[in-house]
C-alpha cells in the first residue's frame, strides 16, 4: 500500500487515496472543502489545488498529515504520538534579528495605521457635525427669505 502512495506525485491524486483510504465519500469530502469533484477529474487532476482548499481539509481532517499532502513523503495520517513528535520546539536563536526587526516594524506600522484610523474617524465626525451645522444655517437662511418675502 505504501508503494502506491510514493508513486503518486500530485496532491490531487493524494487527496482521492487518502478519501477512499478512509472510506469518506468523495461528494461528501467535496462539499466540506467547498470545491467541486470536476476538480478532480480529466486535465483537472494536473492543476494545482488553491489555499483555501488546503485549509478546508486541513480543518476538516486534522488527522491528515499535512507534509505527506504537499510532498508526499512521509505517512498519510498523523497518530497521536506522532502528532506530539510533530510540534514545533524551534530554539529562539532560529528567529534572527532580521525577523524580529521586521516584526517590531509590522507591530509600528499597525500602531500607526490605527492613529490614523482614529484620526479619521475623527475628522468624518467633525465634517458631519460641520454639515448638519450648514444645512441647519441654510434652513433658517431659507425660512427668513420667505418670511422677509411674505412681509416685503
Known sequence: MQEKVN????????IIYFVENQGIKKIDFFNKI???SANFRGNAI????????IENIIANYPQ???HWLITGKGEMLIT???SEALKVEEPA???GKEQKTDYELI??????LKEQN??????ITMLKDKLQYTEEKLQQCEQDKNISQVTG
Open 7 to 14: 508513486k503518486m506525485t500530485k496532491i490531487k491524486e493524494r
Open 34 to 36: 467547498q470545491v467541486s
Open 46 to 53: 494536473n492543476t494545482p489545488l488553491n489555499s483555501s482548499s
Open 64 to 66: 491528515i498529515n499535512l
Open 80 to 82: 497521536k504520538n506522532k
Open 93 to 95: 536563536e532560529t528567529y
Open 107 to 112: 507591530l509600528k506600522n499597525n500602531l500607526l
Open 118 to 123: 482614529q484620526l479619521q474617524e475623527e475628522l
